[in-house]
């Protein structure tokens, strides 16, 4: 597989850059956390996202969308981190739309799909049950009533769940918590009676909420059961697209810190010639070079279904989650004392970079995984 981007997505990609830099800067994400907006994002920029297209890059043609695959996706994601982007488009465009593609009925689908291209359905999946990543460890239930279900449960840091119009619901029909078998998946109105969503204030400003259900109808999505199958997707896609996300913010990262380094002077001199910064940018450097192939590969394998899209999803996120935590950790220490002021904005790399980390899987679940599926 190619480990470069064709023409097409080299202009998707300038114009993604072009467009974050000039709409959604750090300073509209200060703004939003400073009036603690409550969205968490700007709905006009939001409109001119979906203008742009960019909710329907993954969504095929017959059903509203681009169809330019996750590598299109992939570069918008990158840019989107460069700037800490507060926007739905990573839990609507990618984990909602990836949901429905893989586990919707061709009417769900119709129905679904082009509201998302179009802007007007914005969604989340409600899976967390704990303070660490556990997609099998579910032990909230659904239970069949009439032609839907009937959720009850709790669900933890679900991201935009305050704002979605729908939420995918992983649920149990059979089994106990950490079984695969008897997870099925219920699509949840968020408006439904029976659910109440609060939403928490994130450190790196990133919107998510704690979710209660009560006895919520709701309608299946794929097969009773089996939804761990397309859970499975779902999460690999989440995982490499925010991935593709933490990339962005690890180069915006790095750049500030090197451009730093050159300008900040001491005993005279700028700081960027002692021989020790010089060693440690030059690891960060290559840190991020070695980021930059898993994630291309990665988003590869996403557009041509490839059968090594698990274990490139776990090796791609445990890649990214200690790539961005290092580049941010050292950006903040060569600034000095005044990275960690609010003043400074490379501190906001660090608090995006640990939240990201432990989304979908820290390091050390993607490597027990990757052991795993390697037959280890």
Request: glycine letters at 12%.
């Amino acid at each position: 597989m190619p480990l470069v981007l064709n023409e097409e997505q080299n202009m998707l990609k300038d114009a993604a850059k072009d467009f974050c830099t000039n709409n959604t800067p750090i300073t509209q994400m200060r703004k939003l956390r400073d009036e603690k907006n409550e969205n968490g994002y700007d709905t006009g920029t939001w409109q001119q996202m979906v203008e742009l297209g960019w909710t329907g890059i993954t969504i095929p043609e017959d059903f509203g969308g681009l169809g330019f695959g996750y590598m299109g996706m992939g570069v918008v994601m990158e840019e989107c981190g460069r700037t800490l982007t507060c926007s739905p488009l990573f839990a609507t465009a990618v984990v909602g739309s990836s949901a429905i593609l893989h586990g919707g009925t061709d009417e769900q689908k119709g129905e679904l799909l082009g509201q998302i291209a179009g802007g007007e359905l914005l969604m989340a999946l409600a899976l967390e049950e704990s303070p660490h990543h556990n997609p099998y460890g579910v032990a909230a239930t659904a239970e069949k009533s009439g032609a839907g279900y009937k959720v009850t449960g709790s669900k933890k840091f679900v991201l935009d769940g305050h704002i979605a119009n729908k939420l995918v619901v992983v649920a149990r029909t059979s089994g106990a918590a950490g079984d695969r078998d008897g997870i099925t998946l219920v699509l949840v109105d968020s408006d439904a009676a029976g659910v109440s969503v609060t939403r928490t204030i994130m450190a790196d400003s990133r919107n998510a909420a704690n979710i209660e259900f009560s006895g919520a109808e709701g309608v299946l999505l794929g097969e009773e059961g089996k939804g761990a199958d397309v859970l499975d997707k779902v999460l690999d896609a989440a995982r490499i697209l925010l991935a593709a996300e933490m990339l962005g913010g690890a180069q915006e990262c790095y750049e500030r810190t090197v451009e730093y380094l050159k300008t900040r002077e001491q005993f005279g001199v700028p700081i960027g010639s002692f021989q020790a910064l010089k060693h440690r940018a030059a690891e960060m450097f290559c840190e991020i070079e070695l980021s930059k192939s898993v994630v291309l590969e990665a988003l590869s394998a996403l557009d041509e279904d490839s059968d090594e899209v698990p274990e490139l999803a776990s090796l791609c996120k445990a890649r990214l989650n200690d790539t961005y935590n290092l580049v941010s950790s050292e950006g903040v220490q060569m600034h000095g004392g005044i990275g960690m002021t609010d003043e400074y904005e490379i501190g906001f790399f660090m608090k995006r970079s640990r939240v990201c980390e432990h989304t979908f899987g820290n390091s050390a679940f993607h490597r027990d995984r990757y052991g795993v599926l390697q037959g280890y």
